[in-house]
C-alpha cells in the first residue's frame, strides 16, 4: 500500500491489526495441578482408570523439550504419565497430590538451574 493510498483514506475507519508470531524460547509456559478432579474428568481426557489425587499439566516449548521433562517427573515422583505430545509440548501427568507436586517441581528446577529456561510458578485449582 502506497503512502498515497493511505493518506486518500484507504484505510479510514479500518482497524489496526497486529499480527503475533509464535517463536519458541526455552521456557514452561504452564504448570497446574489440578487436584481432586472428578472420575468424570481423567475418562474425558483418556487418562488411566484407576483414581488418582491430582492431574499434572505442563506447556514447555521448545516443544521436545517435553520428553526431557516426562523422563524427569518419572525419575523423581510415583506418578504414571498420561499424555506426552513430543510436537505440541504438553505434558499431563497424575499420581497423588504430594507427588505430581513433587514432579512438577523438579521438572520446574532442573529446566531453570540445569537448562536455562525460564520457568513458571505451579498454580493449583
Excluded: W
Amino acid at each position: 500500500m502506497t503512502r498515497d493510498m493511505i493518506n486518500n483514506g484507504v484505510n479510514a475507519g479500518d482497524k489496526d491489526r497486529m499480527i503475533q508470531e509464535y517463536v519458541p524460547g526455552k521456557q514452561i509456559t504452564l504448570a497446574h495441578m489440578v487436584t481432586r478432579p472428578k472420575a468424570s474428568v481423567y475418562k474425558k481426557l483418556g487418562l488411566p482408570d484407576d483414581y488418582h489425587d491430582a492431574i499434572g499439566i505442563m506447556t514447555i516449548t521448545p516443544s521436545e523439550a517435553t520428553i526431557i521433562a516426562a523422563d524427569i517427573c518419572t525419575k523423581s515422583a510415583t506418578i504414571k504419565l498420561g499424555f506426552v505430545d513430543r510436537f505440541s509440548g504438553s505434558l499431563i501427568i497424575v499420581g497423588s497430590t504430594a507427588n505430581v507436586e513433587s514432579a512438577l517441581n523438579s521438572v520446574i528446577s532442573t529446566f531453570y538451574n540445569k537448562l536455562g529456561f525460564d520457568a513458571v510458578a505451579i498454580t493449583k485449582t
